[in-house]
């Protein structure tokens, strides 16, 4: 290979490399895990691959779209304040970030809508939570709601797609099956909120407040509350807590502050409050969590997830 030829190949990597940070890809692990959850919540072992795939398919997409939205709205301000980002370092144009953002977002939308019903009702909600999040989040102080709204979105998505695989003409026709599935998408929404507080305070250098981190054991309380102080959720919460505390150490007590750090641990520590959430689910659910964790945990050494 001449030297053109190296050049070309560096030059791909580096396009590529961009790309997978626009998207957070490192991020896409809970992703995947928040729609296992919430289908395990209604279906238990009862797998459409199918139907499951056009859900995973449809969150991924929307998911990097909104991520790529998320720079695009922010190129402004990235670029007095984050010149590294793909966008103001030059590697990757603002308008290309903008069409493959609203290319990947309705492509996302096509896969999740396909269920009608419920499920592209949900979706839709989802779809412009993520715009308004992108739009105003750098404008407003509760812009953690609105980033922890998406995840409720997700979780409530996934189980109206199991609904719907079941037959089911109405997506929570079930009362105890939606009941269980929108308080496991409430504490999520709570420990998202909880991160998102955390993660605005990463370019402050005054003190950081540690009240949001109270939000951050909201999965625990619930598990004990509703699923009893079983051998699993004892288990399952154990590891939660633990990941938690290993988490905010690098925040609250150590000498050299590192938020960031602190943020990707507990983005990836998701996919346990989803291992948590369907606690006594059978050996194979509870593995492929557990590698959706360690995947999550092992993209971030590449592709910051924030």
């Known amino acids: 290979m001449g030297i053109d030829g190296v050049a070309r190949a560096r030059a791909g990597m580096k396009t590529l490399r961009a790309l997978l940070i626009l998207g957070r890809v490192s991020n896409l692990p809970t992703v995947w895990s928040n729609c296992l959850c919430g289908w395990v919540l209604v279906r238990g072992t009862n797998m459409d691959a199918m139907v499951f795939g056009l859900l995973i398919t449809g969150a991924t997409l929307i998911y990097m779209g909104g991520m790529f939205l998320n720079d695009a709205c922010d190129a402004t301000w990235d670029r007095e304040h984050r010149a590294e980002r793909p966008i103001p370092a030059g590697t990757i144009s603002e308008q290309a970030v ?104 990463e370019s402050t250098l005054g003190a950081v407040r540690f009240w949001p981190c109270l939000l951050l054991l909201l999965p625990v309380a619930r598990a004990l509350l509703m699923n009893g102080a079983t051998q699993w959720v004892l288990l399952a919460g154990g590891v939660v807590l633990l990941w938690v505390v290993r988490c905010l150490q690098f925040t609250f007590w150590t000498e050299q502050r590192d938020i960031g750090r602190t943020v990707g641990g507990l983005l990836a520590g998701m996919v346990l409050l989803d291992l948590l959430a369907v606690a006594g689910a059978p050996t194979e659910y509870a593995v492929t969590f557990l590698l959706l964790f360690g995947l999550s945990l092992a993209a971030q050494r590449w592709v910051p997830a924030t």
């Not at 992108?134 to 109206?160: D, E, G, Q, Y």
Request: charge should be positive; hydrophobic fraction near 60%.
């Open 98 to 201: 903008w069409r493959i953002g609203i290319g990947l977002m309705a492509a996302g939308m096509f896969f999740l809508c396909l269920q009608g019903g419920v499920t592209a009702l949900l979706s839709l909600m989802l779809f412009n939570t993520i715009l308004v999040y992108n739009f105003v989040h750098k404008k407003i102080t509760w812009s953690p709601l609105l980033i922890a709204l998406c995840r409720w979105w997700l979780i409530l998505i996934a189980a109206a797609f199991a609904h719907t695989a079941l037959g089911v003409e109405t997506a929570f026709r079930d009362a105890q099956e939606a009941g269980q599935a929108a308080w496991v998408a409430l504490v999520l929404f709570g420990y998202v909120a909880g991160l998102s507080v955390l993660a605005k305070e």
